[in-house]
Nanobody
Framework: QVQLVESGGGLVQAGGSLRLSCEAS????????LAWFRQAPGKEREFVAS???????TYYRDSVRGRVTISGAGPKTVVLQMNALKPEDTATYYC???????????????WGQGTQVTVSS
């Protein structure tokens, strides 16, 4: 079992950048897949990006590929670097984790509380 805590959200102008962090505690992450999801007001939660902790393979949502990078930053921190932000990126961003499985699967067992990202036009 892991516990996840997100940080790094905020208000940024369109075209700007933000770096979100997710600190994991509990079990070592070696067997885990970590991901970021987002949920905008009135919309369903959607997948953004995932990374397999062992090996570092990544997978991205088409609409963010090339603007967003998911990576590890230390033994228990996963980072989402977001560049060229657009107003439609405005959402609450959630960190998620599960053991194993396909990078494209959207079924996760553990979730953080979320961090708000607001992109102004």
């Amino acid at each position: 079992q892991v516990q996840l805590v997100e940080s790094g959200g905020g208000l940024v102008q369109a075209g700007g950048s933000l770096r979100l962090s997710c600190e994991a505690s509990g079990q070592p992450l070696l067997r885990y897949v970590l991901a970021w999801f987002r949920q905008a007001p009135g919309k369903e939660r959607e997948f953004v990006a995932s990374v397999r902790w062992s090996g570092g393979n990544t997978y991205y949502r088409d609409s963010v590929r090339g603007r967003v990078t998911i990576s590890g930053a230390g033994p228990k921190t996963v980072v989402l670097q977001m560049n060229a932000l657009k107003p439609e990126d405005t959402a609450t961003y959630y960190c998620a984790a599960r053991t194993g499985g396909s990078l494209s699967s959207e079924e996760y067992d553990y979730w953080g509380q979320g961090t708000q990202v607001t992109v102004s036009s």
